[in-house]
């Protein structure tokens, strides 16, 4: 599936012709780098499965939003009657199974997940089918231009961040997604009083996110440190199987000052 709008064809021949009003949409804001700053991903090779395929088929022209470069329309997105529930941004949902979860423990909350790894979208869509869902949207695209593009300030209730790449090397720490400045963009998205909640079983990684968190002046810690795993967020067959080996998980939430 493809979402990145095309380009269109310059010809040094002939002087471009002025953009088209959907153009000028898609340029950033002003202050706002582009193109992005973290590239916090490679498209993971993998295939989608028949029963993905057939979700994608079936449940993707209601439930996948066209990244457009504009403003999240809630009413377009969710349904007139469901547009001012509280709204929950995750990033990097992977496979889906903790989205499908919260979802389905908070149906009167609206949750919108980017991934960009196609069969992850896919297997979510399935949840969605099998589960009934009607609260979640996806966006197949970049969290980071979604964040730039499509969120305005103060828009949402909460941020899940699950397990992000730890991208354990030196030389890709660069690529981590928790990083101040993006820290400070989602800090203002949250609502007064929303949340971030961060998780990670990367021991490092933790200790970072608890610095960059930390140092964010319009975020406080709802814990001394790290936080009790709150009862919403299930534990996932890798973290079972990592706790038993004795291995640790570290939650963070954050609240918007
Ligand atoms: C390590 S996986 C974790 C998945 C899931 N949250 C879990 O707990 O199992 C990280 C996921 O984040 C996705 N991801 C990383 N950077 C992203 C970005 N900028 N936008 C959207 N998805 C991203 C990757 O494709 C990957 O599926």
New binding site residues.
């Given amino acids: 599936m493809t979402d990145t709008p095309k380009q269109p064809d310059t010809d040094a021949a002939s002087a471009p012709p002025p953009p088209a009003p959907k153009d000028r949409r898609r340029l950033p804001p002003p202050g706002v780098e582009f193109p992005k700053t973290?590239k916090?991903?490679v498209k993971?090779a993998g295939r989608t499965t028949t029963g993905q395929a057939k979700a994608f088929e079936v449940y993707g022209a209601r439930y996948v939003l066209p990244y457009t470069g504009a403003p999240l329309d809630r009413v377009a997105a969710f349904g007139a009657e469901a547009a001012a529930r509280p709204l929950i941004l995750e990033?990097?949902?992977?496979?889906g199974?903790?989205t499908a979860h919260i979802a389905e423990l908070m149906p009167a909350t609206n949750f919108l997940g980017?991934?960009?790894?196609e069969p992850?979208v896919g297997a979510l869509l399935k949840h969605i089918g099998e589960r009934g869902l009607t609260n979640i949207r996806i966006l197949q695209?970049?969290?980071?231009e979604v964040i730039d593009h499509m969120l305005p300030e103060q828009g949402l209730d909460g941020v899940h961040i699950?397990?992000?790449?730890p991208w354990h090397k030196t030389k890709h720490h660069k690529r981590r997604?928790l990083q101040s400045p993006l820290v400070a963009k989602l800090a203002a998205r949250l609502k007064p009083g929303g949340y971030l909640h961060c998780a990670t079983d990367w021991e490092p990684y933790a200790q970072q996110m608890l610095q960059v968190l930390g140092a964010e002046p319009l975020l406080k810690n709802s814990a001394d440190g790290y936080a009790p795993k709150p009862d919403y967020r299930p534990l996932?067959k890798?973290e079972k199987r990592g706790l038993r080996l004795g291995h640790g998980v570290w939650d963070l939430v954050f609240t918007r000052i």
Avoid: K, N, Q, W
Avoid at 162 to 165: L, Q, S, V
């Fill in positions: 973290i916090s991903f993971r990033i990097g949902f992977g496979m199974d903790a980017c991934e960009v790894h992850g695209h970049d969290a980071v699950f397990f992000p790449d997604l996932t890798f």
